[in-house]
T-cell receptor, first 110, second 114 residues
Framework: RKEVEQDPGPFNVPEGATVAFNCTYS??????FFWYRQDCRKEPKLLMS???SGNEDGRFTAQLNRASQYISLLIRDSKLSDSATYLC???????????FGKGTTLSVSS | DAGVTQSPTHLIKTRGQQVTLRCSPI?????VSWYQQVLGQGPQFIFQ???????GRGNFPDRFSARQFPNYSSELNVNALLLGDSALYLC?????????????FGSGTRLTVV
């Protein structure tokens, strides 16, 4: 089983749509959870941390279910500028490295 | 303030050659980590250095090595290059040895092995 598994992409949605990404992780000892965004041929950038209580940042909502080792990201009212690859990320057991999923590509069209 | 800087930005090498990639962390950050991102995959952890000591190592062969200098900058060395080493090499800096406070990636070095 891969350490971090994400929905296969790509997701092609119109502007204004709501889109959800799902992710599962295998290491129950992971303590830190993130969603990163990566634009084409650029470095990954932190989109948001994910907490057990769930957290929201504008149009973005992230959820964590530790019992089922599941992480989600919801994007409401999609914008053209949301087109990117979204990476689900957890930490390793030692807390010294990030483990990335393969990423899910989102394409928002007008 | 300068972010994480990596050099060179692009590099073409021949199979069997050796390469050195460089990274300067954000001022005040003492930890540097290296990742390899092959096309179509997420970044994969190679090394973490904190206060000049190796704190973590990913599942990479001994051809990969790194070090951190007193000014906290770091070098990643790859010997006996293979075609499969072609990738974007990312450096991330952070404040400490554990945790991810301020964890920031540089724009990477794109290595092509021919």
């Amino acid at each position: 089983r891969k350490e971090v598994e994400q929905d296969p992409g790509p997701f092609n949605v119109p502007e204004g749509a709501t889109v959800a990404f799902n992710c599962t992780y295998s290491n129950s000892a992971s303590q830190s959870f993130f969603w990163y965004r990566q634009d084409c041929r650029k470095e990954p950038k932190l989109l948001m941390s994910v907490y057990s209580s769930g957290n929201e940042d504008g149009r973005f909502t992230a959820q964590l279910n530790r019992a089922s080792q599941y992480i989600s990201l919801l994007i409401r009212d999609s914008k053209l500028s949301d087109s990117a690859t979204y990476l689900c990320v957890v930490d390793n057991q030692a807390g010294t490295a990030l483990i990335f999923g393969k990423g899910t590509t989102l394409s928002v069209s007008s | 303030d300068a972010g994480v800087t990596q050099s060179p930005t692009h590099l073409i090498k021949t199979r069997g050659q050796q390469v050195t990639l460089r990274c300067s962390p954000i001022s005040g950050h003492k930890s540097v980590s290296w990742y390899q991102q092959v096309l179509g995959q997420g970044p994969q952890f190679i090394f973490q250095y904190y206060e000049k000591e190796e704190r973590g190592r990913g599942n990479f062969p001994d051809r990969f090595s790194a070090r951190q200098f007193p000014n906290y900058s770091s070098e990643l060395n790859v010997n006996a290059l293979l075609l499969g080493d072609s990738a974007l090499y990312l450096c991330a800096s952070s404040l400490g040895g554990t945790g991810f406070t301020g964890y920031t990636f540089g724009s990477g070095t794109r290595l092509t092995v021919v």
